[in-house]
């Protein structure tokens, strides 16, 4: 179209900037990417390339996890044939990343191309800002639908009030407990279910159960400090 990299960047946050979703990622900036379908390398979107990173990695891992080597497929760039590998590079100028979009770039000093963050486009402070806290939690949600089922129409001994007895209420917990770490032992740090006590089971025949899940943490940000031991003195 002719417009500069920063007028594309103020259009794109514009566009976006009133939307919100913690389900929906938006990928912006393309890439040359290989396709098997023309055996040539395509410019594209990156989501193609973002999608199939998603796809092969653990639920809880970060896009953007360095240590998991540069994306493949994606063009070395050359200057000569006015290839670039990719045409928005987040580093080199940033402001979509922050801007809730899941963009690429490189890093000085080691090669290829790698996700910036996998971002949704959920509210800023939300718990599902990152692509993998959606993931993990949305893993955790299907589980305990299943698990929860096999509690339909169960009789469970209630209290002279009503609520649950202690004992059937713990063996529920137990069950779900169980039952939700046995698939998501690699995925979370850990996982508290709670019977809640104080609802009037004979009465109402509603039975409650919340689950929290702690995540792991991601090294956003590191401080690195070096210097001489002894102080060298000149």
Not at 52 to 59: C, K, T, V
Not at 142 to 164: P, W
Request: some cysteine; overall charge neutral.
């Amino acid at each position: 179209s002719g417009e500069t990299e920063d007028t594309w960047m103020n259009s794109l946050i514009g566009a976006w900037v009133a939307f919100t979703s913690n389900r929906v990622s938006v990928n912006a900036g393309s890439a040359d990417i290989y396709s098997s379908a023309n055996r040539d390398y395509n410019i594209r979107n990156c989501a193609h390339i973002v999608s199939a990173r998603e796809s092969l990695i653990p639920i809880q891992e970060d896009l953007g996890k360095v240590a998991r080597g540069p994306l493949p497929l994606i063009l070395t760039p050359s200057e000569n044939s006015g290839k670039y590998g990719i045409y928005h590079d987040e580093d080199a100028k940033p402001g979509l990343d922050v801007s809730r979009f899941t963009t690429l770039r490189r890093f000085k000093n080691i090669p290829g191309f790698y996700i910036t963050n996998g971002r949704t486009f959920a509210t800023p402070g939300s718990d599902y800002t990152f692509l993998q806290y959606r993931r993990v939690i949305d893993r955790a949600a299907t589980l305990l639908t299943v698990i929860s089922k096999q509690f339909i129409n169960a009789e469970f001994r209630v209290n002279a009030d009503g609520t649950i007895y202690e004992i059937d209420a713990v063996n529920a917990e137990d069950k779900v407990s169980q039952f939700l770490y046995a698939d998501l032992r690699q995925n979370v740090v850990g996982l508290q279910v709670q019977v809640d006590r104080n609802i009037n089971l004979l009465a109402t025949q509603r039975m409650k159960i919340t689950v929290s899940v702690r995540p792991y943490g991601y090294a956003k940000f590191i401080d690195l400090v070096i210097g001489f031991t002894p102080v060298v003195r000149a």
